[in-house]
């Protein structure tokens, strides 16, 4: 069976089996000779045909940092959720360096889950140098759930071993005008705390000057 132009493309920016790896960089970032990644969004539907395929740059250099980022993990530890607060989710992933070499690409299916059922949203091939997409416009307090599987060099006997399970990671955005709530309720309630002070400090002075009356020092008594 001949397998799809899209997969020899994206096939094509990873390394060939037989060449040396190369020294996997540290943390979720991909590798310094790989500055693209190819990728393309699939139509609703079995099919893996259709569609345009796209580059992206990836995220160098990212990190994720509380509050306008919450960072949620799969069971595996290898892919990772960034739910951003402008509506956005970075989704990373890292592999070890075996079995890097032997991936050809990844599937990326998405999810959500409605009141009695579960809705399909994007799915993504994404070439095997791909270590990070973007998932932009989700919407709030929504249960979205992506898996990520990567897909074999090439096509196994029936007696190979399973290919690798997919990663699955759940997160749920939180309202933006929630999080804008929060924060305005945070500096209003120290702006208030600060002004409770001043009131104490306040009272205080007055009860202490004001309302006892003044002790009278003792004069020199008037000679007669």
Known sequence: MRAPPLLLLLAACAPPPGAAAAPTPPGWEPAPDAPWCPYKVLPE????GGGRLCF???ARGFRCQAPSCVALSSAGR?????VLRNRSVLLQWRLAPAEAR???AFALNCSWRGTYMRFPCDR???GASCRDYLLP???DSVRYRLCLQPLPLRA???SAAAPEPAECVEFTAEPAAMQEIVVAMTAVGGSICVMLVVICLLVAYITENLMHPAVRRPGLRRQA
Do not use: C, F, Q
């Not at 539907?45 to 893996?48: D, F, H, V």
């Not at 290898?78 to 960034?82: C, G, K, P, T, V």
């Open 156 to 158: 196994e006997p029936a």
């Open 137 to 139: 416009d989700v919407h």
């Open 102 to 104: 032997r991936v050809r």
């Open 124 to 126: 993504v091939l994404l």
């Open 45 to 48: 539907g079995p099919e893996t």
């Open 78 to 82: 290898s892919l990772r959720a960034n």
């Open 56 to 58: 992206r740059s990836p």
